[in-house]
């Protein structure tokens, strides 16, 4: 057995927490990051060395996909069509193809399965999953990655309250869990549930504030969602009673419900006003952006450069296929950099690799720094890139080009 240390040698390094280094390489030994630095300083500090090099290419930390819906990858169809004008009208005709297809079976399973696949082979090392049925759980053993399969809790009507309440309460401690939203889950639920995400000391992922519907149905109690609540038997007319004295939007509600520290997760944050934004910073909490979901379901642009004024690095989500033509972190960066032109385009790598590993309490992964896993990227640049600036333009706007390879080395003594 080769006990050396294997230094990886690449005209350019993105270690992500301190400036792209040129000639620079990442130095790997017993599955971890052992030093990152010039390609002549790891040599001298390191002289019986294994050199790898990479040539023409930029070694990066693996991505982190921080929200998506494995379960819901056989509707890819609803993705790829043109979505209902109202946010609701998606939901229903989601609900309505599930029904047609089937929410579980070989097409469920295979269908994602392939999504799997192919988030590993695009560098995707973490995948923070949401489901309803066992499909994230059963790809857990499938996945080369860390895949984090949370089982999402819902039911805004009080008649199911003590069942629901009842189910969360046996499940066991090892079980990841998820809230919904908050115009589908119960308060009580919703509170129950951070209740055992802390005492467990897990992430609380929910989605928050992705459509005006929601800020509409907390302030007026009027809107398409009240309507649909309505229609479908799970309106509760004292919820109206209960956020009385909220006056502003999704996340004041959390705020005042005790659902907002440094574990929760807020997915896609879309309608936050400024003062929820210095909220959520002053809370800890976390926020992950979906900007392929946000685009094609039409309900809006998130505010990222307050958020990242206010010091909450973002993650960053795919979604599904059921509102997203094309599950890719390379596409959600790429949508960002077209969307924000005023971002900087480290701040835009960093939220698809450091910013997802925060946001999900995964201390080994997302920079390549000393004690990281030896998990890294070595992706192939084309021609003329002069600077670093060049580079992370490349990484982060290049989206379905960007075609990485792994470098990942497995020591047994």
Known sequence: ????????????????????????????HHNRIVAVNTVAHLVAAYPDAVLVEHPDAVLTPPLVNAHIHLELSHLEQLGKGDPPDQFTGWILALLALRDALGATGDEVADAARKIVEQQYAEGVSVIADIGNTSVGQELMPHFAGNLLAFKEYLGFSNHRLGDNLARLGAESPDILCAAHAIYSTHKQLLQQLKRRANQNRA?????????????QMINQGSGEMVDFLVKRGFWEKDFLNEVNACSGGTITYLSQIGLLDERTLCVHAVHASDEEVTMLAKSGAKVCLCPGSNRF????????????????????????????????????????????????????????????????????????????????????????MVDAADVLRYLVSAGSRVKPARIQHTWSL
Do not use: C
């Open 1 to 28: 057995m080769n006990d050396s240390v294997h230094i990886h040698a690449a005209p350019w390094v993105v270690p992500v927490d301190q400036p792209p280094i040129a000639g620079g390489g990442v130095a790997l």
């Open 203 to 215: 992430v609380l992922p929910i989605h928050v504030a992705e459509t005006m519907a929601e800020i």
């Open 297 to 384: 379901l039409k309900v809006g642009k998130a505010p990222v450069k307050r958020y990242l004024e206010a010091g909450i690095l973002p993650a960053l989500g795919t979604d599904s296929l059921a509102s997203n033509p094309e599950v890719s972190i390379w596409r959600e960066m790429q949508l960002l950099h077209l969307d924000y032109p005023e971002l900087n385009d480290a701040e835009i790598f960093a939220m698809a690799t450091k910013g997802g590993a925060e946001a999900l309490a995964i201390s080994d992964q997302g920079t390549l720094t000393a004690g990281m896993k030896a998990d890294v990227l070595a992706v192939a640049l084309p021609e003329n």
